[in-house]
């Protein structure tokens, strides 16, 4: 099964302004909450560390895959990869592709994470824990329940 | 194929809630409960209740189970572990990293 997530959304804005935000690495971390140690490059990895509360710890990691000016911008990465205890360099990345179309009124972004099907069915329910810190403890149980029937 | 995501109630709005989760920890420790049960020690309505576990049940997070005459719920985490639910939790964190990059774009 090739499952996958797409998105579109209208952005008030022209696709120059929108590739910006999107591929220089300052301003794609300040929407994305991460903050970048470099310039993204395609076949470079791009390193840094999420900004977002709660998730400071975490560490970013993704091989930028496309860069086609006001087009498209790819990349790959591990989704909710937040367990610092955790190698997730052996699991397949999923593919983001921020593709850019020009509309009357600014530009039309369609997003697409592919390759989902490939994540560990364990990770899925770590994905739940991690969402929100409050419910840790409660999903923790969750997670030995389930651990202890499989 | 595109996994469709809006089929029921979905796994991620089910759980997001306390009453809800603290229902769901105490089905996932062993036998199926009754409505009473489940009222007992709580601060809500024996009506509150079952219109969480209707939210759960929609979701397949909890099911139904007849024993003689009386009406059992029984956790059930499949729904959790499936590919689907974890879908809807990325897509739920796209739709805010694509929020704020339209207000990043258009201020």
Redesign the interface.
């Known amino acids: 099964?090739?499952?996958?997530?797409?998105?579109r959304?209208e952005?008030?804005?022209p696709v120059s302004?929108?590739w910006r935000?999107?591929t220089d690495y300052r301003?794609f971390g300040?929407?994305?909450?991460v903050k970048l140690d470099g310039p993204f490059a395609p076949g470079r990895i791009s390193r840094g560390h999420i900004t977002y509360p709660g998730y400071e710890h975490v560490k970013w990691e993704a091989v930028v895959q496309k860069m086609e000016p006001e087009r498209l911008f790819s990349f790959t990465w591990h989704?909710?990869a937040v367990d610092p205890k955790t190698d997730y360099s052996k699991e397949t990345p999923t593919l983001v592709e921020f593709r850019l179309e020009k509309t009357a009124n600014g530009?039309l972004?369609l997003?697409r994470?592919s390759g989902?099907?490939k994540?560990p069915?364990g990770r899925?329910?770590e994905?739940?824990r991690m969402?929100?810190g409050g419910?840790t403890a409660?999903?923790k149980?969750?997670e030995s329940?389930?651990a202890q029937?499989a | 194929m595109a996994v469709e995501l809006q089929a029921q109630t979905p796994v991620f709005a089910a759980l997001a809630d306390k009453t809800r989760l603290s229902l769901i920890a105490k089905l996932c420790r062993g036998r199926p409960h009754s409505i009473s049960q489940l009222t007992k020690g709580s601060q809500l309505t024996r009506q509150a209740i079952t219109k969480h576990l209707r939210v759960l049940e929609s979701a397949g997070i909890v099911h139904g189970v007849r024993a003689g005459r009386e009406n059992l719920f029984a956790f059930d985490p499949e729904p959790m572990e499936g590919i689907k639910a974890y879908l809807e939790l990325v897509s739920e964190q796209w739709d805010q990293t694509l929020a704020r990059l339209k207000a990043f774009v258009e201020r």
């Open positions: 099964m090739d499952s996958r997530i797409e998105k959304i952005l008030k804005a302004r929108v935000a999107l301003e300040e929407w994305f909450r989704p909710y530009t972004l997003l994470e989902f099907d994540i069915s899925r329910l994905a739940f969402n929100d419910w409660q999903m149980n969750l329940y389930v029937k």
